[in-house]
């Protein structure tokens, strides 16, 4: 019995060391292959990595490679399809520059006095403008305007230059110009292209106490100071008015057309553009014999005029004053020693097409006494436009003229352009 | 005054008169050229070419103006600034003096860039070192890359060790004469030739005699004006 | 007859006559607005360009524009002709908002008044509408039409690009 046990016990424990000795064999061979499994996800992990590295690179050489073909493509594209060059690319390439505008006018109008009707279309005006730039400071720059379509001996129309001049900028912001320009004064006398106004005719106010279109020949001078500023002085050629037309001023435009010259003038003008969208403006004018020295009983004129132009978002104001006074028993004693108006234009402009406006305007050309020579009238009406730079326009007006003189009432329909 | 010394007053009057006549159209000449020359720089002499006919009949020189234009004639640019032409690594830069033409390869245009992003007012030269570009306007010189992205303003040493290189000047084509050129030469009268160097040394000789005769003759006069009185 | 020789040659030759006011150097107005921006450049694909030129309503030249880039804001540098000559103006955009326009160089007689801070002010946080407008009225400034006209371009052309430019950005 010992022996079997003892058998029995060095049996176990043999197998119990081998047993050992093969847990311990096993342990090491376990430790190993851990080791080496360790190792292998090590390299795993390694190799994720070079993987998403290798990953990153092929991506971004892909992007590179779009972004190259993406060039070469817009290089190529724009090879194919040059732009074509339209007129004003290539004005921009040369240095000499055209331009114009135009109107015609439906007057339909009856004469509150008579009962007469006034039904007349007229292509009112057709202008061509030509400048040339000699070089960055030097141009010049003309205006040729044909008015009611026919000019010649007994025909409506006439042609006109209305500016031809020289302008040097000799320094920043301060020009000079030399030739025949439009005098500073008003709203419309320098900007009275179509689409720039409301009403198909321009108003009477300026027209007969400006008197717009004015220009003259001489030496203008203009430029910016301070801060939102703006100056204009101006030497140049007179009106030439006289007994015959009441001394009236409009009259007096000589237009340079081998122009007395015995006696000339000077305009000052100062303006305010601070704000954007508004615009204060007033200028003075003296010239020291008004019918050119051929009446002893006219002699100097002054003329001031001021105005409010403002434009902000949809809605627009215009207001202008204006007053001459002339020197001299002969203007005097008919009551042309003032002359004066005022007017002031209010609209709204809904969005780019469309605009409407309304107008009261008061003038008189012989205001000096208290003879009844005053006229008013109210303007209504719509502007549509096509494009900014094409308008149609339809007004209403209604004329109060003093006794005895015509008053017209009635419709007027006309179209517009300018480039 | 002894008679003798008084005929000696005359003849030395005598011929200050005949050398002043004789040198004043020179001296006028010296004056003007001189004073021309003092401020070519100002006025801008020293960048602006000859006309070509008066340089043909001076100078016997017939310029080759390369045509700088097509490229940007296609695409409706006016090219009258335009006065020079890099190459660069990839591409060609036409350069005027208020606009950078970047063209590649195939001589389209790339991109148009204004001098002022490079803090210039107007370019006045240009040189191409390389993948250096080199712009330098009235007071400043500016180095960029081939890409023209980003520019260095160089330091006022940096620019200087620069100008003896070979830069491309607006205003001059190539093989022209600048307005200072011919100043200079007129100014030397090396229009005259080998004869020039006895001519101006004459002129020099004929001027000392000038002012000395002058000063003699007003220390005489001088002298005179004190004895009688 | 040298010295009107040389006048004459002052007064016509195109190098010296630039007449301009520089208001802000470029590169001091990306330094002021938007300091350590990255200089990058947009390559405009055919209806980018295409776009654009319809925008600013004449050809655009070259297929690539250089801007400068920051948290999401950029600044572009575009010039635009007024009534001859370029108007050099720096705009920076956030996120299709106009942030802030300024005019860095104006080069013509006439029109400068745009460059106050009366005029470019209006332009303060506006956005491009689907059609490329404004989102706004932009009062104009008499004698001045062309400059103003210019500036709304610009802006509406830095609004654009900076729409290109987040867009690509989204796209990668």
């Known amino acids: 019995m010992r022996t079997f046990f003892m058998i029995a016990l060095l049996t176990i424990s043999t197998a119990g060391f081998a047993a050992d000795k093969q847990m311990e064999e096993m342990q090491s061979v376990i430790q190993a292959q851990q080791q080496q499994i360790d190792f292998l996800l090590q390299q795993l992990d390694s190799t994720r990595e070079v993987v998403l590295a290798l990953k990153e690179q092929v991506d971004a050489n892909a992007q590179a490679a779009t972004e190259a073909n993406e060039k070469a493509e817009i290089l190529a594209d724009n090879m194919e399809s040059q732009p074509e060059l339209t007129e004003a690319d290539r004005q921009f390439a040369s240095s000499s520059r055209f331009g114009g505008y135009g109107e015609l006018h439906a007057n339909m109008l009856e004469n509150q006095v008579t009962g007469e009707d006034s039904n007349v279309l007229d292509l009112h005006r057709f202008v061509l403008y030509f400048g040339h730039d000699f070089n960055d400071r030097l141009r010049f720059m003309s205006e040729l305007e044909i008015e009611h379509a026919l000019a010649g001996d007994g025909k409506p129309g006439e042609v006109e230059l209305e500016q031809a001049y020289i302008e040097y900028d000799w320094a920043a912001n301060q020009s000079l110009r030399a030739g025949v320009f439009l005098i500073p004064v008003g709203i419309l006398n320098e900007t009275h292209e179509p689409p720039t106004f409301y009403g198909v005719e321009r108003n009477p106010v300026e027209k007969n106490i400006i008197p717009t279109t004015w220009w003259e020949g001489g030496l203008a001078f203009n430029g910016a100071f301070a801060d939102g500023w703006r100056y204009d002085a101006a030497v140049h050629s007179g009106l030439y008015t006289g007994s015959d037309d009441n001394y009236a001023i409009r009259a007096g435009r000589q237009k340079v057309a081998k122009a007395k010259f015995d006696s000339q003038a000077v305009t000052g003008r100062v303006r305010w553009l601070g704000v954007p969208g508004l615009e204060l403006s007033a200028s003075v004018q003296y010239q020291d014999d008004i019918t050119q020295e051929t009446d002893p009983t006219a002699g100097s004129a002054w003329l001031f005029t001021g105005h409010v132009s403002w434009r902000h978002k949809a809605f627009g104001l215009r207001a202008l004053y204006a007053n001459w006074n002339l020197d001299g028993a002969g203007p005097e004693e008919i009551g042309a020693d003032r002359q004066n108006g005022w007017y002031i234009e209010p609209s709204w402009r809904f969005n780019e097409k469309w605009g409407v406006f309304a107008r009261y305007n008061r003038w008189d050309n012989l205001a000096g006494n208290n003879a009844d020579s005053e006229y008013s009238q109210w303007d209504l009406g719509i502007n549509y436009w096509l494009h900014p730079n094409v308008v149609f326009k339809l007004d209403y007006q209604d004329q109060d003229a003093p006794d005895g003189m015509k008053e017209l009432d009635g419709w007027n329909l006309g179209v517009g352009y300018q480039f | ?229 | 007859m040298m010295s009107l020789a040389a006048w004459l040659v002052l007064l016509t030759s195109p190098v010296a006559l630039a007449m301009e006011t520089i208001y802000q150097q470029p590169l001091e107005f990306l330094k002021e607005n938007l300091s350590g921006c990255q200089q990058q450049v947009l390559w405009l694909k055919k209806d980018i360009k295409s776009q654009i030129e319809r925008l600013v309503d004449h050809p655009f030249p070259g297929v690539r524009v250089r801007y400068c880039e920051k948290d999401g804001k950029t600044a572009w540098v575009l010039d635009e002709i007024g009534k001859t000559e370029p108007i050099t103006s720096g705009i920076i955009v956030n996120q299709g908002r106009v942030e802030q326009v300024r005019v860095l160089i104006f080069r013509e007689s006439r029109g400068s008044e745009v460059h106050r801070g009366a005029f470019t002010r209006q332009y303060q946080d506006a956005v491009l509408e689907s059609d490329h407008s404004l989102d706004r009225y932009i009062d104009g400034i008499t004698g001045a039409t062309m400059s103003v006209s210019a500036l709304n371009r610009q802006v509406k052309l830095a609004l654009l690009l900076d729409k290109v430019t987040r867009e690509k950005t989204n796209d990668h």
């Open chain 2, 1 to 229: 005054m002894t008679i003798d010394k008084a005929k000696r007053r005359k003849a030395v009057a005598r011929w200050h008169r005949r050398f002043a006549i004789f040198i004043s159209i020179w001296l006028i000449l010296l004056a003007v050229t001189g004073l021309l020359i003092n401020h070519a720089h100002d006025w801008k002499l020293d960048s602006e070419s000859l006309a070509k006919p008066l340089q043909r009949w001076v100078y016997g020189i017939d310029s080759n103006e390369p045509d700088l234009c097509e490229p940007l004639t296609r695409e409706g640019i006016a090219c009258d600034q335009l006065f020079a032409r890099l190459q660069l690594p990839v591409g060609v830069l036409l350069l005027g003096v208020r606009d950078l033409f970047l063209l590649d390869d195939s001589g389209q245009l790339v991109e148009k860039l204004s001098v002022s992003q490079f803090g210039l007012a107007s370019l006045q030269a240009a040189l191409g070192e390389g993948s250096d570009i080199y712009l330098r306007g009235s007071n400043k010189t500016v180095l960029t890359t081939p890409d023209l992205m980003g520019g260095r303003t160089l330091d006022s040493e940096a620019a200087t060790a620069l100008n003896g290189r070979q830069w491309q000047v607006a205003g001059i084509i190539p093989d022209t004469i600048t307005w200072e050129r011919f100043l200079l030469d007129l100014h030397a009268a090396r229009f005259l030739g080998p004869v020039a160097k006895v001519f101006n040394d004459l002129m020099a000789a004929f001027v000392l005699i000038l002012a000395i005769s002058g000063l003699w003759l007003f220390r005489v006069k001088r002298n005179a004006a004190s004895r009688d009185n």
